[in-house]
């Protein structure tokens, strides 16, 4: 396995004044599913058309399987890509369609036949051939773009919000899918999605990007559990910020006082400097603990809920506890909004789900 | 009654939609059917003399028409001309519209009417002014010759077919450009970069992807330039000397001068089912070509 299959050394893009991609330097692996996510305007589906070559970087150079691609036009690139709005040639039908890229490969007409034949099947669209684009659901076009970037065997991947035009259930069942497909085939995907949920589900390593910039490359669960900064942490799930200040410091751990909670000392994974107050604290609103009795975890507040809203799988509580001028999510599956009398309550946190973040 | 027709009104809907269509129906009977009808009625009686015509039915006028060697070769030569035009501004026309409709992102709407700016002056003022330009007092040749280039005017510019062409392409070039950029401005630009995505050179791109898909718009270029120009008289007339004269040129003549309606009639008619039946193979053509290509 080739840790730097796809090499992205220095990269920026700009757009007049505009930096979409802003000196971005990383390497994905060769067979990972890697996701770009960020908000849009991020600069992730730059960086992809870039990866493309429909654009062409204002400063540093691209390696895929160690050759330099940083100049080479899109069509001598091995990379193919799904488009956002499929781009399904309208005036060929599916096989004609998935053909296309197969002419300037200089393959056999049985060759070809197979080909075709074999990636119908890999999406599950056998006896579709003769279908034009507008014969055709959203999510069947999604299948038909990606066996005709499939066919020619790409040694990557790339995909553009594939799957942001499909309703849920089907968006659900598509992630599955491609993530089962990429493991059987072995390709390298590169995937860009604004879905937080849609990237942390399907990859193997995420990059989340803001203003042109990784922000943090992780595992997802990393992502989740260890944001590096206040914008991971705010755009991957949900979360409560909490004003604090950061006491002494002996390396490992910190000496912190959190607005109305009072001082602890909490382990300082991201080496944050000692005696500061541009710090801030984060806790998931799912792992404090609502209850009606009082506990016995390291923080447990006296709190009213001042609003509930049920989700099915769980209930979201909005809680005003003591000494927190601010309201706390706080989501729980085994209490629902009838449970509480007088919407009098305890919310429990445990010191080890406390994330101590920079402000800026 | 007026109750009555209420009920009609609201009940039938062929009713509200004849009735919406009837002042197009009934201008399109007076002024296209009518006439038709009588030109085809025209067609098949026979010119006596100056004053006189002979109403009994025959075809012999249509006869007459491939019999006149003078008759079918200008017929032959309307439709060469014609061809030139719609090539030469089908070629000239796309390139612009591909342009506007890919590479101009702000202000499209000021590059279309700049581009159609000419065409606000009347058709016979352009005609003139290309009388001016192409002249032998006009303006290329008296600067060539001022220039010292040429010693003498170039004849073939005036009073000949290319001075036709010429003027015939100038002038309903701006007729070309709205279908054509209408139908480019509609494909996607990602079918583009899909095509280049999937190992497609730019060229190869244009062919099998961009080309095929502005094909309606080609198509109406094609129509919309071809059939008028096939039956023009003014610009032949004005510029066509000898040379460049054409169909309609003679037809005007039976009509007046010359006096024989029921030929000029039944040339009109063979002239028009000419030009439906070339109309029908061309986009046929067109199509098919397009469908081999890709």
Known sequence: MNNSFIQINNISKYFKEVKAVDDVSFEIKEGEFFSLLGPSGCGKTTLLRLLAGFEYPTNGNLLIDGTDITALPPDKRPTNMVFQNYAIFPHLNVEKNIQFGLRKLGLSNDEIVNRVKDVLSLVKLEGYEERFSNQLSGGQRQRVALARALVRQPKVLLLDEPLGALDKKLRDEMQLELRTLQKNIGITFVFVTHDQQEAISMSDRVAVMNDGKIQQLSAPNELYKNPKNIFVSDFIGETNFLKAETKSSDGEYINISIEGLGEFKIKNNLNIAANSSDVVCSIRPESMMISKVKSDWDICLDAKITQTSYLGEMTRFYVQAKGINKTITVSSQHFDNKSFENNECFISISLEDISLLNKK | MIGFWKKIYAKHDSVKAYSLLSPALILIILAMVVPMALMLSFSMFTQVNMMEIDYTFTFQRYIDFFQKNLLVTLLIKSIKISFLVTLITLITAYPVCYYIAFYVKKNKMLWLVLL???????????????????????????????????????????????????????????????????????????????????????????????????????????????????????????????????????????????????????????????????????????????????
């Open chain 2, 116 to 294: 159609t700016l000419p065409f606000w002056t009347s058709y016979l003022l352009r005609v003139f002014s290309w009388k001016i330009i192409l002249g032998t007092k006009g303006v290329i040749n008296s600067s060539l010759i001022n220039a010292g280039i040429l010693n003498e005017p170039l004849t073939f510019l005036m009073y000949s077919e290319t001075a036709v062409v010429i003027t015939l392409t100038h002038a309903w070039a701006a007729f070309a450009l709205l279908p054509l950029y209408v139908s480019l401005e509609k494909i996607d630009f990602s079918f583009i970069e899909a095509g280049r995505d999937l190992g497609l050179s730019r060229f190869e791109v244009f062919w099998k992807i961009t080309f095929p898909l502005s094909l309606p718009g080609v198509i109406g270029a094609i129509l919309i330039i071809f059939i008028p120009t096939v039956g023009d008289y003014v610009t032949p007339a004005l510029l066509g000397g000898t040379d460049g004269r054409m169909l309609s040129n003679m037809i005007q003549a039976y009509f007046g001068k010359i006096n024989n309606i029921p030929l000029g009639a039944a040339s009109a008619t063979i002239m028009l089912t000419t030009v439906v039946f070339i109309t029908i193979i061309v986009s046929n053509v067109t199509k098919k070509l397009t469908q081999r290509l890709t």
